[in-house]
C-alpha cells in the first residue's frame, strides 16, 4: 500500500495570506488527524477526522480549520498567517474504525516558512 | 485536556548500555500510550504502544511499562546501537487525540 502523502511538500508566504495543505491518507483509512511540529513545542495536536467529521480539536486559534472529504483525503487551512505559524505540518492516518486508537502513519510533511 | 510531561530532554549513551525514558500523563481516561521514533529529518514512526490493560510490553530490545495507577510510562531500549540515536516521543490517548511529550533526544555514543 502507498504510504501517507502530503502536498506540497515545502511553501513559503508571507504574514496575512493564506495557506491550504493537503493530505491523503492511506487506502482504507478513514481516520486523518493533524499536527504543528515546532523545535520548542514537539507535536502539537491540530484536529482529527473520521468519516468527514471533526472528533477532535487542539488548542490552537480559530485561524486554523480543517475539512475532510468523502475519499478520507483532508485538507488544512491556516488563515491570516502569522511568523509563529512556521512549522511542520503533519498528517497521519490511522483506520479509525475501532474505538481504541492504533498506529498513526505519519505523512513527510510540509514544512511552512512564513515570512 | 490531556497534558504528557517527557523526561530526560538529552540522553546520551554509550554504545551496549540501556537508555530509560520516562512519561506522565494526567488525564485517567487515557487508554493507549504509543512511543514514537523520530529520525533526522524523517517523518515520526511507531516503534512500540502498550494499552492499559497491560503492564508491560516488549519487542526485541524495547520494553514499555505501564503505571496506570501513578499515571506513567516508560521506554526501555538495552544493549543500544548507533542507529538507536533519534527523537523519541512519547504519547497518550483521549477522545481520539494523542497528545504528545516534548521528545527525547537520545545520542548513542560508538
Known amino acids: 500500500k502507498a504510504g501517507v502523502t502530503q502536498t506540497p511538500r515545502y511553501l513559503i508566504k508571507t504574514r496575512g495570506q493564506q495557506v491550504t495543505l493537503s493530505c491523503s491518507p492511506i487506502s482504507g483509512h478513514r481516520s486523518v488527524s493533524w499536527y504543528q511540529q515546532t523545535p520548542g513545542q514537539g507535536l502539537q495536536f491540530l484536529f482529527e477526522?473520521?468519516?468527514?467529521?471533526?472528533?477532535n480539536k487542539g488548542n490552537f486559534p480559530g485561524r486554523f480549520s480543517g475539512r475532510q472529504f468523502s475519499n478520507s483525503r483532508s485538507e488544512m487551512n491556516v488563515s491570516t498567517l502569522e511568523l509563529g505559524d512556521s512549522a511542520l505540518y503533519l498528517c497521519a492516518s490511522t483506520p479509525g474504525t475501532s474505538g481504541a486508537y492504533n498506529e498513526q502513519f505519519f505523512g513527510p510533511g510540509t514544512r511552512l516558512t512564513v515570512l | 485536556g490531556e497534558n504528557v510531561e517527557q523526561h530526560p530532554s538529552t540522553l546520551s549513551v554509550q554504545e551496549g548500555d540501556s537508555a530509560v525514558i520516562k512519561c506522565t500523563y494526567s488525564?485517567?481516561?487515557?487508554?493507549?500510550f504509543p512511543w514514537y521514533k523520530q529520525e533526522l529529518g524523517k517523518r515520526p514512526q511507531l516503534i512500540i504502544d502498550?494499552?492499559?490493560?497491560?503492564g508491560e510490553k516488549k519487542d526485541q530490545r524495547i520494553a514499555v511499562t505501564l503505571n496506570k495507577t501513578a499515571k506513567h510510562f516508560s521506554l526501555h531500549i538495552t544493549e543500544t546501537q548507533p542507529e538507536d540515536s533519534a527523537v523519541y516521543f512519547c504519547a497518550a490517548d483521549v477522545d481520539y487525540k494523542l497528545s504528545f511529550g516534548a521528545g527525547t533526544t537520545v545520542t548513542v555514543r560508538a
Open positions: 502498550i494499552r492499559s490493560n497491560v
Open positions: 477526522y473520521f468519516s468527514e467529521t471533526q472528533r
Open positions: 488525564d485517567s481516561a487515557s487508554n493507549y
